[in-house]
């Protein structure tokens, strides 16, 4: 997928100053590594329109963090409490992770935990065969 300004501009609420636009260049460049390495060759052309809604709504995030993300403020900047959206780490929302995932076929994805085999749970504690024949009397816990 191609991320390009000219693709995302129009899905803006409002469009990049000319400040801004060397910077929003780079987040799109670093988007599109995160959204290759994630989703791979599952990014198809056919995706591409959805894909670039939620690129669209990461960057007005991101250009409007600072009135979005802090939920209640009291005197000075040490009390601001800060929403779950303001990790400058995390691009995407939970729901936006989801809603991705889902249309790749990556989504409902859930792992069972099995038991390991008795040798690794009980390590020579499963050996109690060789500690009979070698009289050797210790109760198996």
């Known amino acids: 997928m191609d991320l390009t300004l000219a693709k995302v501009t129009p899905l803006l609420a409002k469009p990049p100053s000319a400040a801004q636009t060397p910077r929003v260049e780079g987040w799109l460049a670093g988007l599109k590594v ?21 690129v669209a709504d990461a960057l007005q995030r991101r250009l409007d963090k600072l009135k979005q993300m802090i939920d209640s403020e009291g005197a000075g900047p040490f009390s601001a409490r800060w929403n779950p959206a303001s990790s400058l780490g ?31 749970r009980f390590g020579n504690l499963s050996r109690c065969s060789i500690w009979e024949e070698e009289g050797i009397d210790v109760p198996f816990s």
């Open 34 to 54: 995160l959204l290759d390495n994630r989703y791979g060759d599952k990014l198809t052309s056919a995706l591409e329109p959805l894909f670039l809604v939620f």
């Open 90 to 120: 995390a691009w995407f929302l939970q729901g936006e992770l989801d809603e991705m995932d889902s249309v790749t076929g990556g989504g409902g994805t859930r792992t069972y935990r099995t038991a390991a085999p008795d040798s690794v």
